[in-house]
T-cell receptor, first 114, second 110 residues
Framework: EAQVTQNPRYLITVTGKKLTVTCSQN?????MSWYRQDPGLGLRQIYY???????DKGDVPEGYKVSRKEKRNFPLILESPSPNQTSLYFC?????????????FGPGTRLTVT | GQQVMQIPQYQHVQEGEDFTTYCNSS?????IQWYKQRPGGHPVFLIQ?????EVKKQKRLTFQFGEAKKNSSLHITATQTTDVGTYFC??????????FGKGTKLSVIP
């Protein structure tokens, strides 16, 4: 079954404690992306990746890091989480050419930073 | 990413009424995508429009891309409770950086 998986689904952590949210897709998609969703602000793109070792900033990259060492995986790293990073995070993947095609989203990770 | 204005922000309708959400850009778009997010769920792709003046239908949903490729609409005929959710547009402008519209949250009163 074609899918995007994220782990963990829920996470409560404390300020400053490094964490990683994993994202994996089994569709051989070139494009992967991370979004955060906050009430009233919709989905905002954090980082995206066009392919292995190719990443770029989205609209809200501050406080986040990503890596794309393998095509299927695109982890999101928060090296020193702060309460303003409490949010619902979605990973997505898609085929890409001259444009981005249909994005497939993971189920989401709800992060709380206290 | 490309910025768009999506209106309205909220819409409450009686079941059976029609619903329309609009997505407006100040610049010409190369394409536009629409997604639906059910409460507690993740966004799900509905459609991608590419051509000027394009109209596509999916059962009770009708999607339009403006002639100038600066606006788009999603119209639902005879809403049902299964239509509840937030509808997002995502403009494409030749960039791989994507910006979702803020969405229109649809409530359907049975």
């Amino acid at each position: 079954e074609a899918q995007v998986t994220q782990n963990p689904r829920y996470l409560i952590t404390v300020t400053g404690k490094k964490l990683t949210v994993t994202c994996s897709q089994n569709m051989n998609h070139e494009y992967m992306s991370w979004y955060r969703q906050d009430p009233g602000l919709g989905l905002r793109q954090i980082y995206y990746s066009m392919n292995v070792e190719v990443t770029d900033k989205g609209d809200v990259p501050e406080g986040y890091k990503v890596s794309r060492k393998e095509k299927r995986n695109f982890p999101l790293i928060l090296e020193s989480p702060s309460p303003n990073q409490t949010s619902l995070y979605f990973c997505a993947s898609s085929l890409a050419g001259t444009t981005i095609y249909e994005q497939y989203f993971g189920p989401g990770t709800r992060l709380t930073v206290t | 990413g490309q910025q768009v204005m999506q209106i309205p922000q909220y819409q409450h309708v009686q079941e059976g009424e029609d619903f329309t959400t609009y997505c407006n850009s100040s610049t010409t778009l190369s394409n536009i995508q629409w997604y639906k997010q059910r409460p507690g769920g993740h966004p799900v792709f509905l459609i991608q429009l590419v051509k000027s003046g394009e109209v596509k239908k999916q059962k009770r949903l009708t999607f339009q891309f403006g002639e100038a490729k600066k606006n788009s609409s999603l119209h639902i005929t005879a809403t049902q409770t299964t239509d509840v959710g937030t509808y997002f547009c995502v403009p494409g402008a030749g960039s791989y950086q994507l910006t979702f519209g803020k969405g229109t949250k649809l409530s359907v009163i049975p």
